[in-house]
């Protein structure tokens, strides 16, 4: 049903709510005591038979006496008229409504009413004219069968204070991967990714649970120099070889890698931008041997100084698009290519990658928590909890986008444009969020349609059982 239609019904339902208010309130405006009037009614009644009796009596006395008594006349011989002047009396007068099959007349005959009243057509006639009580009535029920997904002034406290907090804790704690100096100027890094990378503790780790794999777990797309790629791959160097590698990516290494190890090749990004695949020495292997190769080669050099990229992050590399970084004095703008380079060999791997999963954590843990809490303060069920799930998905998505606005600003303004300072996690965090929004307001939006749908059937059918 468009717009148009729902506007025009409302105005119709609006103007039989308005002529039922009016009728109602005559009604009570006829103020007597029926059961009053009836005893009235019978007392007269009982006079009226006791007069009639003596009548008689004194009728047949004056017979007796040879008094010629006229028989009483069967009917009245003129009846009484009782005229009412109702000159003074106000009457109500019923509007016509039309009998054929006419809605656009119906509909303008609702209108004009409601303009006699002074109902304002731009605004919800609705809401003028029925009672707070019905109001609050259907809101209620509504609510039941749908789910109550408005805001109150705790949802908003919390909301807020969780992106709050989120870019607080991005700006003290997670800041930056390592102590660098940054267009001259030094800026301190994250002290829990510097306790991560502590060297002691890395080499112990990568020694005790990881350097085993290196030797059973050679893959063809390591290459660490242009050179050993044949000059294909350009920019190729060991300190990048990993970030222009698709398969060293935590993710797309289980799609390219795994086919790189299938076909014996390896797939890489070179300085350009481009997507080159070099082909190698290596036998290719099965699906299964491939899969355990590449978790056990992203294992071994997960732990050594370079560290593996973040997810997704190598991708920053294909073409070449403009960034807003520059990363010299001279304030020339830098490709991303460029850009994620940088990042990169300054620190900017998985592991720092985990230490800016506090900031999206934070969020998801504040506004989840919270809304549980009060689900079960206010007694609320599973299904209730599942009809309001969209309300939920609405409190997150705003919570990472204050939270992702935080970590621009302090890119921008306390870490003077370091593109090292951008919290990845929290970026990549808005596309589930968002993802999970559409869902479920598509999802109640389209229960709520089929609701509509169902009541609208069900108007019709009874309108055909019940023909005027």
Known sequence: MSGDQLSAAAAVVAYQAVT????????????????????????ISDTLDSVTSEF????????A??????APPSQPVAAATVSVEASHHSRYAVPIVPTEDDFDQLVRLAEAQLDLLGIDLTRDPLQQILPPGQIAGSLRSYTEEHGDISWDEADWTVVLV???????????????????TFLGTKQAGSPLTNWLKDKDRADGIHARFFKGFEKLAKVPYD?????????????MRPATHRLQSLGHDPLLGFFYGVADLMRGTGTYIDKAGQLVQVATTHDSVDLITALITQVRHLLSDVYTPA?????????????????????TSSGVKVPWTDVARYM?????????????????????????????????????????RKLEHAKLTSMLLLGHTIATSGTLLKTGLVFGMNPAALNYSQILAMAPATIAWLKEAIARDRRINRALAQEWELLLTTSERHPR
């Not at 791997?349 to 689900?375: C, E, N, Q």
């Open 344 to 384: 990169y060999t300054n620190g900017y791997d998985l592991r720092h990658f985990f230490t800016m999963g506090i900031t999206p954590g934070i969020v998801s843990a504040i506004i989840r928590g919270y809304w549980l809490l009060k689900s079960y303060a206010t007694g609320g069920t599973a299904a209730q």
């Open 223 to 235: 290459a660490p120099t242009t050179k050993a790629t044949g000059g294909l791959v350009s920019g």
């Open 162 to 180: 969780a992106g709050a907090l989120a870019t607080i804790l991005d700006i003290v704690l997670v800041r930056i991967p390592q102590d660098s």
């Open 65 to 70: 006496m040879g008094v010629l008594v006229p």
């Open 56 to 63: 008689d009596a004194v009728r047949a006395r004056l017979q």
């Open 20 to 43: 039922l208010t009016e009728l109602r309130s005559l009604f009570d405006q006829v103020d007597f005591d029926l059961k009053e009037v009836l005893e009235r009614e019978g007392r």
């Open 307 to 327: 560290g593996l990229q973040p997810p997704f992050f190598s991708l920053l590399q294909l073409g070449q698009i403009n960034s807003p970084f520059a990363l």
